[in-house]
């Protein structure tokens, strides 16, 4: 399956890669400047660690589009190796493994735009729905909002138990006490529709979840340390080494990923640079941009009044006139990642709370202020 690319986005794509043709080519333009420096961003997240006991540091990583890592910056006790429970900044690299298994036509019969009946093996209740609609929170399924009624999906914070199980379950198990909505009709964040997206992409991939991100995502773009777990339930296991991860076999999809900062940084390359990671083509350049394309709008949201939403990523409302450039996937435990496909740029910031009150506050902060400050860091560089 390739994506279909809307005309305007294929403009800027195109514009793109006649903007990347040989490097022999003495008309090839410089590309772009890039900061000097993220001073005015680096003292903010200083400060902001500093002023909140609830964390002991933090770390920024900016790569560009042209140029890779162009920053990184430590506070506290952070340091390159430290790891991070990411909760929903896992909600972009989950998406991008249900795209890369859709694009894989040679070996996976999978299409994100079928409904997920023809593909799983269960007779269920929650039919009619598409694997799109699914990561992109328009199943009609209800979403986080409603977690105090989700006795009968709460399987997907177990880290017991195999996802595959927990999917079926999902799938059979109607929940009368909620509002639920028709496919495609209504926008829902998170929840209980993405676990069912992860049980799916193991039916039709033919191995786990973790194995199938390997396969998929984390071999090509050579990642080093991420992968799924479940340690949502309570963060008393988690140590900060990998090997305290619970939950592998039973992995919360939509918010149990862990990593370091030089991961999730190739992660961000790999979408500003149209699905390759390297020389790796690892999602197709209409993939991508398909993750990008604000579903939300045709639940009944307005687009540029509120923020939109595509597979995993937040679409931020743009000035009027202007396509939108910003796209972010924030985490209840604080950490943010976001890219700007106007300036060619990336970022992440690796924290995590101790509380979800915390998270909210760092969260905030990340879209409020650190994110301005790395913008306003490339304009000034660009003027």
Known sequence: MRYHVPRAMLATMLAVLLGCSDSSDSNQPAPPPVPDNFNAADASLEDFVATHPGFNGASLVVVDRQRGVVHRHFVGDYTPETVVLLASTSKVPSASLLVALAEDDDNVDFEMDRVIDQYLPWQGVWTGRTAEQLVSNTSGMPGLAHISGYEDHMCQYVPSGQLRECGRTI????????????????????????QLAGALAEVVGGATWNQLFDQYIGEPCELEVFEYGNPLAGFASWTGDPD?????????????AITNQSDYAKILLMHL?????????????????????????????????????????????????????????????????????????GGFMAIQSTTL????????????????LVQAAYDAARQ
């Open 244 to 256: 305290s991860l619970v939950g592998r076999a039973n992995p919360n999809i939509e918010g149990g």
């Open 357 to 372: 009150a915390d998270g909210s506050t760092a969260g905030g902060y990340g879209r409020g202020e650190l994110i301005p």
């Open 171 to 194: 799938y059979q198990t109607p929940l009368d006490h909620l509002t639920s909505y028709p496919p495609g009709t209504h926008f829902e964040y998170g929840g209980s529709q993405w």
């Open 273 to 345: 640079n149209d699905g390759l990671c390297g020389e790796r083509q690892v999602l197709s350049a209409q993939g991508a941009a398909a993750m990008r394309e604000d579903r939300a709008w045709a639940t009944g949201s307005v687009p540029g009044e509120s923020p939109g939403y595509g597979m995993g990523w937040w679409v931020v409302p743009a000035d009027a006139g202007m396509e939108p450039n910003l796209f972010i996937d924030p985490g209840a435990f604080g950490a943010v990642a976001w890219i700007d496909t106007r300036r060619g740029y």
